[in-house]
């Protein structure tokens, strides 16, 4: 960047986009953007032509290219659709995002560039389109892999590793109610996503991410939500072998946010209350009869209960000073 700087003798930066473009331009890869989706884009990044520039640099750089792509109105297009309605828009706007803006350094700063010109709910549904899961065989996007049932970690780990982004320190325009919120409205993309697949998510965004989402249900006296959610990180950290004292680690945590003994009481009868009817709704389950090629009814209830049996055990083991 600071080469390029040299090289065009510090002329002003729209003389510089001019030689960028050039640059770009001269690239199969990057020009293929525009058409028809590539299979690799090896183009040189923004981030290493403008390494050293100032944020205001950076910015006109960053508008440049969108008038360049005309991406504003491909974006447009699809957070104001049906979701899956225009999947090959859905990826090729993936693809120049990850491989054209988001391919090199300080990715905080043009990952806020692309969402934050948007309202929230168009945030939450372009980051989806960015970083979630998509189909091996043709790339599209999976609109439905939340809703439908458990998934696994590598199909919400590119969403974390996103929210862990904007979450720290180097994304300042970011707050974390802006975090908050956004992932809050994530969690309903394209429809309300199951539980355990919202508490994965929560636990592969880092411990610090995780504290603040469920404080803020905990502030907000949503205590019968806040149960369920903690439930099904027990039952995630059980399933995904982490160590469970993180769970009841957490839990403590959460609890010293309420401000009353009663607040606290009531959200740990919440806890177990929600244990028990997921027992039993889960028992009731098999006892119907109701099983797949996995068996998969079978297998929900077996972690379920050892996940609440390791879950108390841990809280015996410090409740006993051992």
Sequence with gaps: GLLLKRCTLLLPTRHRLKYVHKVLSGDRDFRAVGRDPCPALVSPSPQML?????ELECRRVFNFLCELSNLARKVQTVVS???????RLELRIRLFCRAVLLSGGDSAFWLTRLLKPWPMVNQARLLYIIFGPVCPRDGHVVW??????????????GLAEAIKLLYGTEAR??????????????????Q???????ARLLLLSGNSICFTFLASKAVSGRAVELARLMVFMVLVCEKDLYCMDWAVKMMQKVCKVFSTPRERKNFLQ????????????????????ERDEEDSSF?????????????????????MGS
């Design 81 to 87: 659709s049906k979701p899956g309605s225009a999947r």
């Design 50 to 54: 403008t390494a050293g520039w100032d």
């Design 270 to 289: 919440c806890l177990e209350n929600t244990f028990a009817h997921l027992l039993m709704d889960m028992l009731q389950a098999v006892l119907a009869g």
């Design 299 to 319: 297998l929900n209830l077996f972690h379920l209960m050892n996940a609440q049996a390791n879950f108390h055990k841990e809280i015996l083991y410090l409740a």
């Design 192 to 198: 309300e996503w199951l539980l355990e697949n919202n």
């Design 144 to 157: 439905q892999k939340m809703i439908e049932g458990p998934t696994d970690e590598s199909s919400l780990k």
């Design 173 to 190: 325009e970011w707050t974390a109610g802006d975090v908050i919120s956004l992932l809050d409205e994530l969690s309903v993309v394209p």
